[in-house]
Structures are given as C-alpha cells and as structure tokens.
C-alpha cells in the first residue's frame, strides 16, 4: 500500500485496515503521510469521506473487507447495527508475509528508515 501513489483502491484498503481496527481517523492520515512522506489533500479528504460512509449506514453489511489484527482473519466491516465481527466467506489466507515476497523489499526499508528517522527528529525536537 506504500509503494505506488496512492490512488482510490490503495486508499480505501488502507482506510478500512484502520477503521476496522479502531485507529481514529486522524491517526490514520499522520500513519499514511508519514509512511508515503506524503502529504495530500486527496488522501486526507478521502480517508475522512470514507470513515464517514462506514459511521453512517448504521444497517448496511459488507462495505469493506479488512484484515483484523485482533482475531487473525479478514472480516468486514458492517454498519453498527450489525455484526462487528463478520467474517469473510471463503476465508482468504495469506500466503506469504514479509517483506521479501513483496517484490518491493528495499523500497519498502528505505520507507521504514525514513518514518523512523522523522520520529527520532520529532523527539529531539520536542526535547528541546
């Protein structure tokens, strides 16, 4: 997801990983920026366009799937009203984890490098 530009698909995947797993919407932007070291507006508004969907169809099932990080499987994400832990049928297995069957490993650490160097300057900086 932190590979290619961020487009409608890469956004929505993202987006519902973290609703699905309770991260406010806020959160979810800084986490995305921070990684992409992007900082759009196209991002931020589609993110808050999409927690907004999911909060208000209180009654409507299956608006997205995502994987969740609480009981190990892919679930969807359903309106308030209805079950919160529905999970997908056939179940989808993963594979491969890791970075390495990505195809993208080295993008991928130059990525986590950056996002720990920006933290470790946001420390030093607030410490001042």
């Known amino acids: 997801m932190f590979i290619v530009e961020p487009n409608t698909i890469s956004v929505k995947k993202f987006?519902?990983?973290?609703?699905?797993?309770?991260?406010?919407?806020?959160?979810?932007?800084?986490?995305?920026?921070?990684?992409?070291?992007w900082d759009s507006c196209y991002v931020s508004c589609a993110m808050v366009d999409w927690y907004c969907t999911w909060d208000k169809n209180l009654h409507r099932a299956h608006k997205a799937e995502y994987?969740?990080?609480?009981?190990?499987?892919?679930?969807?994400?359903?309106?308030?009203?209805?079950?919160?832990h529905e999970a997908m049928w056939p179940e989808i297995t993963v594979l491969q984890f890791g970075i390495e069957s990505t195809g993208y490993e080295q993008s991928i650490k130059t990525s986590?490098?950056?996002v720990r160097s920006c933290t470790k300057m946001s420390q030093n900086f607030q410490a001042q």
């Not at 797993?21 to 959160?27: H, M, Q, T």
């Not at 609480?70 to 309106?79: A, C, D, Q, V, Y």
């Open 15 to 37: 987006a519902a990983f973290m609703y699905g797993n309770g991260v406010p919407v806020e959160k979810a932007i800084a986490c995305f920026n921070a990684c992409m070291d």
């Open 67 to 84: 994987y969740s990080m609480s009981l190990k499987r892919w679930i969807w994400i359903n309106g308030k009203a209805l079950n919160q």
């Open 112 to 114: 986590i490098k950056h």
